[in-house]
C-alpha cells in the first residue's frame, strides 16, 4: 500500500470512529427512550 492509500484510510477510520463514538451515547443524551439491557447480556458479560 503507498503512502496516499495509507493516509486516506487512516483518514477514513478516525472520522467512523468518531461518529460511532458519538452515536453511541445520542439516546440518552437526547434524554429519548433508553431500552434497557436484556438479562442474557448481562449474563454474556459475565
Known amino acids: 500500500m503507498n503512502k496516499t ?3 486516506m484510510l487512516s ?3 478516525a472520522i467512523g ?3 460511532a463514538v458519538k ?3 445520542a439516546t ?3 434524554s ?3 431500552p434497557k439491557e ?7 458479560k459475565k
Open 11 to 13: 483518514k477514513v477510520a
Open 28 to 30: 440518552s443524551w437526547a
Open 5 to 7: 492509500q495509507k493516509n
Open 32 to 34: 429519548c427512550h433508553q
Open 38 to 44: 436484556p438479562k442474557a447480556l448481562k449474563e454474556l
Open 17 to 19: 470512529k468518531a461518529a
Open 23 to 25: 452515536a453511541a451515547g
